[in-house]
């Protein structure tokens, strides 16, 4: 056996390798669109991580309250008779279901790390 816990060889750690750029990269280019803009942060001051995780969290919430507001006004206008897309309608109603669930999931995974650490200190 060879490769990485026994799978595959040279291709899968060629794949592995891109998709670990791949993250690389997308990591470098989430930072820069959440650099601070303007003179309100000084440039030697780094951002703090709590307040970088607070924004993701914001926007990844705002975002899943504006596929919500989609879906309901959709549902509105095809009951109403202005919408006479199905197909449109019911996904919209799927995309905010599954934003919902993962918003849910990611509440349960961070609800499980704080009473891991809670449960650290004791």
Same mark, same amino acid.
Request: charge should be negative.
């Given at each position: 056996? &060879? *490769?990485?816990?026994?799978?595959? *060889?040279a291709g899968s750690i060629q794949q592995?390798? @891109?998709?670990r750029q791949q993250i690389l990269d997308r990591s470098q280019l989430l930072q820069q669109l959440h650099a601070p803009a303007g003179p309100a942060a000084p440039a030697d001051a780094p951002a703090s991580? @709590? *307040?970088?995780?607070?924004?993701?969290l914001k &926007?990844?919430?705002?975002?899943v309250k504006d596929s919500q *507001?989609? @879906?309901e006004a959709l549902t509105d206008g095809y009951q109403?008779?202005?919408v006479t897309d199905v197909a449109k309608v019911m996904l919209a109603r799927q995309e905010a279901g599954i934003a919902f669930e993962a918003t849910l999931q990611v509440r349960n995974r961070l609800l499980s790390a704080y009473q891991d650490i809670m449960r650290m200190g004791v």
């Open positions: 056996m &060879s *490769g990485i816990g026994g799978i595959g *060889g592995i390798m @891109a998709m991580p @709590a *307040g970088q995780f607070t924004d993701a &926007s990844a919430l705002d975002q *507001g989609k @879906a109403r008779g202005e």
